[in-house]
């Protein structure tokens, strides 16, 4: 289990080639190059298309009587402002799209986009993994312009991720910060497996950024036997790491946690059950 990238060259120069040819012979070639894969990628698909026709039938009867909802009152300080990203993703979990859509109409409609023109207020910063299955905005259910998001693989902090932090904690007035990890993160279960050999490039200082939080969770649980607990903890254990990180690196964080003007939250997400779950 190693997170090397072999054949890069050859992969690319396929790519391009794929590209020149038509839709069918692309599909042909792929499947020629890896026919499991590409039998995987066309069960997937055929399963999302399945599951997405389902969906629509149950929501074109719900949305007949789609009540839209008041908009939330904008948060007077961190607390409120957790309350409220709970209460979203409790609507989003419950699998309720109604009631999900009713409190994000207003917020998406083309009348809140005229008015974000004139400037951003969100109430919280978020920073949280690149993984497409892991949306801030879906996930507490809010519109434009309510969550500052920052996205990175592994929800890592380096200077970069940390001044986009401070941007959106100090300069847009945040009163949360919310540091995110998920559900069988690939960052971190790559960490888990990654020898020196793979600590380089762009990718490696992401490995790198994660790894001492994987060799806490490596320390009472071995990734060849138990890789789902082991993974699990890595992930709650790089959630507190990143969020140390933040604190310990940023002086002006640390003023505006001092004068209580904000409150930090660690969290995980799962994609089996929806909810977001704070970490102690």
Known sequence: CRPRFEGTCNFVTIRASLFMLSPK???????????????KIQ?????KKHIHHAALKDMHSKMATLTITEPTPYPENGEAAWKRLLEGNSRFASG???SFLSHMALEISAEHRQHLIGGQKPFV???TCSDSRCAPELIFDEGLGEI???RVA???VDPLTLGSIE????HLGT???VVLGHEKCGAVTAACCATDEDLHGGLGAILSGIKPATEIAMATHSFAEEKDQCVALAVEENVRFQTKNVIESSASLRALIEAQQLTVVSAVYSFTTGKVSKVE
């Open 125 to 127: 910063t978020v920073l």
């Open 96 to 98: 309720d799209v109604s």
């Open 154 to 156: 592994g929800n890592v």
């Open 175 to 177: 009163s949360l910060l």
């Open 148 to 150: 500052f998001v920052v």
């Open 43 to 47: 069960e997937h698909h055929r399963n």
């Open 167 to 170: 941007y959106g904690c100090e």
């Open 25 to 39: 012979s692309r599909s042909a070639a792929r499947q020629r190059q890896d026919p499991v894969a590409h039998h």
